[in-house]
């Protein structure tokens, strides 16, 4: 439930955005042309994109760039509600702010072959004293116009070439200029050990339920609950052929919260339980 939301905005678009809520708060993000710079200042906040899994902390900022996210607020240890600061990066806007400038601010960054799709930043103290400048504005709106948002957008595009994670934000900021996405194989390869429902996996490749399962369908040939089920099988006899790991532990590699579960669907697929199948391939190698 959201308790406060203040905005500024540029151009007829949202561009700083502070709020105050109370978790678990899911948000389904959709920025197929945009990027998103969010400062937690209190609560944590999850993201999972087609390849990414990522846990802010209080006092920490993420910047992701364009793709498909859903993103849920929780608490902490030390707050019961969650607020954060968001500022939204859009290309168009960007490009009218900096004019000629923002190629000049890429070109002095330093070469990354692959853009990183979600930097965090911990313990930053540029970031932190530019979060504590925008809380003075989100206290004192009528201060605030187009000259200061389109100041304070730019302050934060330089900041952020300045800190740890510089290498790879010029080709972040490049990548707003071409839609990004994560191929279909890409995003189905990277949950394959997960429990990501078929909703969740939908949403992570922009489709909805009924289309995900079509073109899962013309790709595998198979239904995504039977191909998951049985790639996370497969995972589980490598697991106990070629470690020590407890069988717990291997259930929960696999993508099962339930060890009941997981020996029940292992016994149904090779006829023996896990501790028996262990067992038998520890005799084979003996003989």
């Known amino acids: 439930m959201i308790l406060q939301h203040k905005q500024f ?4 678009k949202k561009i700083f955005e502070k709020i105050l809520l109370k978790p678990p708060f899911r948000v389904n993000n959709q920025m ?25 902390h209080p006092k920490e900022a993420v910047l992701m760039r364009c793709g498909s996210y859903f993103t849920e ?9 969650c607020e954060a600061i968001i500022v939204h990066l859009y290309p168009d806007v960007l490009k009218k702010i900096f004019d000629r400038e923002l190629t000049s601010v890429i070109a002095a960054l330093p070469d ?26 989100f206290d ?27 290498r790879s934000i010029g080709q972040l900021i490049s990548s707003l200029f071409s839609r990004n996405e994560y191929s279909f194989r890409e995003t189905i390869e990277a949950h394959l050990h997960t429990e990501y429902s078929t909703e969740k996996l939908a949403l992570l490749t922009n489709m909805s339920v009924s289309s995900f ?18 790639k996370k099988m497969e995972h589980a006899v490598e697991l106990l052929s070629a470690t020590n790991q407890r069988i717990g532990d291997i259930a929960f590699d696999c993508g099962f919260n339930d060890l009941a579960n ?26």
Do not use: W
């Open 9 to 12: 905005d540029l151009y007829g």
């Open 32 to 56: 197929p042309d945009d990027a998103c710079f969010l400062y937690m200042e209190d609560g944590e906040y999850d993201i999972n994109s087609s390849s990414h899994h990522v846990r802010i």
């Open 73 to 81: 607020f929780l608490k902490s240890f030390s707050s019961e509600t």
């Open 112 to 137: 990354e072959q692959e853009p990183i799709a979600v930097n965090r930043y911990v313990n930053d103290e540029l970031i932190k004293i530019y979060i504590d400048s925008l809380k003075i504005y």
């Open 140 to 166: 004192n709106p009528s201060l605030v116009n187009d000259n200061l948002v389109i100041l304070k957008l730019k302050e934060l595009i330089i900041l952020l070439t300045r800190t740890e994670n510089a």
């Open 213 to 230: 399962k079509r073109e899962f369908t013309r790709i595998y040939n198979d239904s995504p609950a039977r191909y998951f089920k049985n």
């Open 262 to 287: 997981f020996s029940k669907s292992f016994q149904a697929k090779y006829g023996v339980s896990p501790s028996q199948f262990r067992l038998n391939q520890k005799n084979k190698s003996l003989s």
